[in-house]
């Protein structure tokens, strides 16, 4: 009896502290997505509309080839990614360039390529990013069938 009285407690902190650490990780990433809401609202202010529409054309193969691409010369986390993905489906955009975008933004660097291979080796960081673009464009392909 005293015993459960005890693992009461115990998990009514555990849950605390546990809010307590999310909460503490929502203040702490709040300026980024905030930067980033920002940052997007005025590239969509200041990149009109018909550029996107010319630059994804709607065409199932090639769209989601275009926002691999895109993701992979885009650095950034999964996070701030949903929030242009959103911007994106409101522009017209397809899931499936969204979706290639979103993958290889987040699993593609070829901006931290020159790190990567330092670290890592050459061969193994150039191997990676590709099978990682491929996998964004087989995913991308994957959900939207699967969703749709």
Known sequence: MVNEYFKGKKEKSTVKNAFQKTWKNFINSFPIILGILLLVSLIFTLIP???LSNIFTGNRLLDPL???TI??????????SYI???ELQQEGVSLLA???F???WVT??????PAEALILNKKFAVIRNLIAFVSSIIVAI???VLVY
Do not use: D, M, R
């Open 71 to 80: 993701g992979s010369f885009s650095a950034g986390n999964a996070s701030t």
């Open 66 to 68: 275009i926002g691999a």
């Open 102 to 104: 979103i993958v290889s």
């Open 98 to 100: 969204i979706t290639a």
């Open 142 to 144: 994957l959900t939207v």
């Open 108 to 113: 593609v660097g070829i901006v931290q390529l």
């Open 84 to 86: 242009i993905g959103g």
């Open 49 to 51: 509309g018909t550029i």
